[in-house]
């Protein structure tokens, strides 16, 4: 059985930061892509970063420049830090990862944390 467990959201004020934490555990092989999406009330769970296990990453336009994504290999967790956050960041905010156990390569997700950026 694997599990995402996330940690980290909040409530800030415009202009600070949060950094987001995903760890995976279970029967896990390997883990290729581990990302974070977020979905707003009302609008589509969107990409917000992935990072493989050879460090390359990928951001939405909308978060380059402030966000950085992160991966500890040995630790099976990935890392968001969020700077500069605006209130257009509110979202509940999900881990991913595209991983192989023994029995299958499968899509996971976590639970969600959710990240309020209000004054």
């Known amino acids: 059985q694997v599990r995402l467990v996330e940690s980290g959201g909040g409530l800030v004020q415009p202009g600070g930061s949060l950094r987001l934490s995903c760890s995976a555990s279970g029967s896990i092989s390997e883990i290729y892509v581990m990302g974070w999406y977020r979905q707003a009330p009302g609008k589509q769970r969107d990409l917000v970063a992935s990072?493989?296990?050879?460090?390359?990453?990928n951001y939405a336009d909308s978060v380059k420049g402030r966000f950085t994504i992160s991966r500890d290999n040995a630790k099976n967790t990935v890392y968001l830090q969020m700077d500069s956050l605006k209130p257009e960041d509110t979202a509940l905010f999900y881990c991913?990862?595209?991983?192989?156990?023994?029995?299958?390569?499968?899509?996971?997700w976590g639970q969600g944390t959710q990240v309020t950026v209000s004054s």
């Open positions: 991913t990862a595209k991983l192989r156990t023994a029995a299958s390569i499968g899509d996971y």
């Open positions: 990072i493989t296990g050879g460090g390359t990453t």
